[in-house]
């Protein structure tokens, strides 16, 4: 990938915060993650949409927080208020649940023992 701030036209580039800006005639300077649910919601979304083909009020997630990973599957439509309320309580709860390894215990965050089918 590029270097940041080097996009050429058909190139994308990582910002600083980590996400991958698009450089085509048809996506000039576009966040990657939501080019790619804005052609979803122009598909299957019933709110009215935006200019930049998102619903008014609503923002993109990462499942996994990973924000290079901008395939359909991981990314989230989320209304505003909801994912700002997330972002803002998620960070704490995953620094309560934090395993040994780094990853959250995230049976711990939501109250539920989980049983391995197998």
């Excluded at 996506?27 to 122009?42: D, G, I, L, Q, T």
Aim: glycine fraction near 8%; include cysteine; proline fraction near 3%.
């Amino acid at each position: 990938m590029p270097a940041k701030g080097s996009g050429r036209n058909g190139s994308k580039t990582r910002n600083e915060k980590g996400y991958i800006r698009l450089y085509t005639k048809e996506h000039r300077n576009k966040y990657e993650h939501r080019v790619v649910v804005s052609k979803m919601c122009a598909e299957w979304c019933f709110y009215p949409l935006e200019a930049d083909g998102l619903p008014a009020g609503f923002t993109v997630e990462h499942q996994d927080h990973n924000r290079t990973h901008n395939c359909g599957e991981n990314l989230i439509l989320l209304q505003e208020i909801i994912h700002n309320y997330l972002s803002s309580h998620t960070k704490l709860y995953r620094e309560a649940f934090r395993r040994y390894d780094g990853s959250v215990d995230w049976a711990k965050v939501c109250g539920v023992e989980l049983e391995v089918p197998f």
